[in-house]
T-cell receptor, first 110, second 112 residues
């Protein structure tokens, strides 16, 4: 099945800094999502982005499907951005399954 | 709209006990899913239902059964709980096969 790798595994930043999180996947995809899991465990949908670029406030994401990677950009970080960011991909050749990466743990220091 | 709801939020079981986790969605979605999340890991698919009346195995189905009761509800049953099933369980739904998936708040299950 499809493999999903995220980097870096951990990231510690000062409030106000910018960051880029990367997601590599091993197969062509028909679904690519980014989630934020907050400290209470809730999974929050950030982007549904199997291709192209989207922006939502301080967050934006780009998926280059032909090169099999996606990037999540966070600008002007706030302490509420802390948590784990997951990328999940669904293969064109798979079933309904979303395969999750192991996440990037982001800690924003005041 | 409540989105995806799950009950219970927390549960403690003894080895060998059974229980059913309930999930409901009010978005008129066709597809529903059950995932588990173990510490320090991403989610893994247990079972899914592409439409009312159909269910299929995911990556880690052993020890679980599911029922797609109607379009809104998808339940997960543990017939004889084992400590290896201690995990956080998430239900999700999507409008179609490759559509965006939306997740419930999760059920934290501990099996002693």
């Amino acid at each position: 099945g499809i493999q999903v790798e995220q980097s870096p595994p951990d990231l510690i930043l000062q409030e106000g800094a910018n960051s880029t999180l990367r997601c590599n996947f091993s197969d062509s995809v028909n679904n690519l999502q980014w989630f934020h899991q907050n400290p209470w465990g809730q999974l929050i949908n950030l982007f549904y982005i199997p291709s192209g670029t989207k922006q939502n406030g301080r967050l934006s994401a780009t998926t280059v499907a032909t090169e099999r990677y996606s990037l999540l950009y966070i600008s002007s970080s706030q302490t509420t951005d802390s948590g784990v960011y997951f990328c999940a991909a669904g293969s064109n050749f798979g079933n309904e399954k979303l395969t999750f990466g192991t996440g990037t743990r982001l800690t924003i220091i005041p | 709209n409540a989105g995806v709801t799950q009950t219970p939020k927390f549960q403690v079981l003894k080895t060998g006990q059974s229980m059913t986790l309930q999930c409901a969605q009010d978005m008129n979605h066709n597809s529903m899913y059950w995932y588990r999340q173990d510490p320090g890991m991403g989610l893994r698919l247990i079972y899914y239902s592409a439409s009312e009346g159909t269910t299929d195995k995911g990556e880690v189905p052993n020890g679980y059964n599911v029922s797609r009761l109607n379009k809104r509800e998808f339940s997960l049953r543990l017939e004889s709980a084992a400590p290896s099933q201690t995990s956080v369980y998430f239900c999700a739904s999507s409008g179609d096969r490759a559509g965006e998936q939306f997740f419930g708040p999760g059920t934290r299950l501990t099996v002693l």
